[in-house]
């Protein structure tokens, strides 16, 4: 009965939670992630879980490889010795687990250094139901859903990295656009999804930094991705907002098309330097394990940033990877999408930097978009 509340708990705020889904563009994500509050049962269904839940901690030993290492002042190698647990990670098919294939390759032919079992999904109440019962230890999910679930389950999550920045660009065939404000223009209309959710907060705030309005440019949401597509195929002088990787598939599938404004890039144009970022995805773990097993989320921290490495250098062995999982259908779309999909793997003071940043412009410009209210310093995991 317990385990049925903890499901019930989990399909209640199932719109904290979007992703790049499945083979169908339209199950991707018309929203990088939804605004959506969760009820008081869900905060008693994950602290209980995360007190059932049980690790084993049996000491083993290995020396983290390459950049993976720790060292000492004196710069030679300290092994990070973690327990013999296997780490359950789960993520949403789409950009923000196409930085993990090379783990999860290796992971499959026993050539990690932990043990893992990875799972991704194409619905975003499956996985939410995971992480709140227990059956997962690590998530990757949208950046201002963890901070949602970080408040309505008062502090049992914490944050390890960022694994993916900005995935939304403008496309059109108008070479004439090559800042924000020369959107503007009388009846000029953005096509777009996820209408009160990440891709509307900010590309309002991108329009108001650039001391623009509604009155300057018309904002039509869509129900999917691939509705905006087709209407930029239909249409030679629509201008849509899209993320990856239907970006790319729209453009391959129209030859008049093009990206001519970077939402990652502006968005820095307006921040500067050692300000927020535009964050797409994090990687978040439940508290209870981040202390009972420290040594092991060291070590996955160091793999998961060699494999966010690999993605960003072997664009053509990744984008094979990502087809075969099923990720993005055919393995010549993943490998042009690659490069604009962002891929990273920010940890300490600079993730705390980056996303506390971004999320405070999000609280700024709708509360709800991150729980109500900003996360406390302990979101940030701070090795």
């Known amino acids: 009965m317990k385990k049925t509340c903890f499901l019930l708990a989990a399909l209640a705020i199932t719109g904290l939670l979007s992703g790049c889904a499945g083979n169908k563009p339209a199950e991707s994500s018309s929203s990088a992630s939804s605004a959506g509050t969760a009820t008081e049962t ?23 490889p390459g950049e993976g290492e720790n060292q000492t002042k004196s710069g030679s190698a300290v092994p990070i010795t973690p327990e013999a647990v296997t780490l359950r990670v789960g993520s949403l098919k789409g950009p923000t687990s196409m930085g993990l294939v090379s783990l999860m390759d290796q992971a499959s032919r026993g050539e990690a250094g932990n043990q893992y079992e990875f799972t991704m999904v194409t619905a975003a109440d499956e996985l939410l139901a995971k992480v709140v019962s227990g059956q997962l230890d690590i998530a990757l999910i949208p950046a201002n859903t963890a901070s949602i679930l970080y408040g309505k389950t008062n502090g049992q999550i914490a944050v390890l990295d960022i694994n993916t920045l900005g995935v939304l660009d403008i496309v059109a065939s108008d070479d004439s656009i090559k800042s924000i404000k020369d959107l503007a223009g009388k009846g000029r209309t953005i096509y777009m999804t996820g209408k009160g959710t990440t891709p509307d907060y900010v590309l309002r705030y991108l329009l108001s930094a650039n001391e623009m309005s509604e009155q300057d440019v018309i904002l039509e949401f869509k129900s999917e991705p691939a509705e905006v597509a087709a209407l930029l195929k239909e249409q030679p002088d629509a201008i849509g907002l899209l993320p990856q990787p239907f970006v790319t598939a729209a453009c391959m599938q129209n030859e008049n098309l093009k990206i001519v404004l970077d939402l990652t890039e502006e968005w820095d144009k307006v921040q500067g330097e050692d300000k927020s970022r535009l964050v797409t995805g994090v990687t978040i773990v439940r508290r209870s394990f981040l202390e009972e097993n420290p040594n092991a989320v060291a070590l996955f921290l160091a793999e998961h940033q060699a494999s966010a490495g690999y993605a960003n250098t072997h664009g053509k062995e990744t984008a094979q990877l990502v087809a075969d999982l099923g990720i993005i259908e055919k393995a010549p779309v993943a490998e042009k999408a690659l ?10 003071e600079e993730m705390k930097s980056a996303l506390s940043g971004y999320l405070k412009v999000l609280y700024e410009q709708e509360p709800a978009s991150v729980g109500g209210q900003l996360p406390e310093d302990d979101f940030y995991y701070i090795p």
Not at 48 to 63: M, R, V, W, Y
Not at 339 to 348: D, H, K, R, S
């Open 42 to 64: 869900t905060i008693a269904a994950f602290t209980t879980a995360a007190k059932d839940a049980q690790e084993p901690s049996i000491p083993g030993a290995l020396t983290v």
């Open 339 to 348: 490069p604009y999909c962002n891929i990273t793997c920010l940890t300490g």
